[in-house]
């Protein structure tokens, strides 16, 4: 793994989704991610920061490029010292919410990237963190 902390945004408002959705989206291209996968990550990053306004008020997002044996990819990690979340089994299941939405947040994000890992302990906070690894090429003549 690439030991460098990458870049970071602090999240105190939903006016800051649109700053992480700029900076994870610009890593990504950078990285050399495609249009699509480029979208998925755009997309899981939207809804893990939304969490973080919608139950811990504030936190932070860090992203960094990240190998492993050879194969490059991107790392974010969404951190609050929120109330943290009682039943992480029951929070990934599709459409169950404590905030009145669609129930899509964590569940959707994950379906989206490569890996997710929650962190979580009521009244310290939660910590998930999520990778996308670039899809290597095909050689030449093969299907």
């Known amino acids: ?19 992480v959705r700029r900076a994870v989206r610009d890593a990504a291209k950078d990285l050399g991610f495609g249009t699509t996968d480029v979208t998925r990550i755009v997309t899981a990053a939207s809804e893990l920061t939304r969490n973080i306004t919608l139950y811990a008020g504030s936190g932070e997002v860090r992203w960094r490029e990240i190998d492993s044996r050879g194969t490059r990819g991107i790392e974010v990690v969404f951190e609050d010292q929120g109330p943290g979340i009682p039943d ?19 569940p959707g994000a994950k379906r989206l990237m490569d890996e997710m890992e929650i962190e979580t302990e009521c009244g310290k906070g939660t ?17």
């Open 88 to 106: 992480v089994e029951l929070a990934l299941e599709e459409g169950y919410t404590t905030s009145g939405g669609l129930g899509l947040g964590l």
């Open 127 to 143: 910590r998930v963190t999520v990778r996308k690894w670039l899809r290597q090429p095909r050689p030449s003549g093969q299907r």
């Open 1 to 19: 793994m690439n030991g460098d902390h990458g870049e970071r945004v602090r999240v105190e408002s939903e006016g800051d989704i649109v700053a």
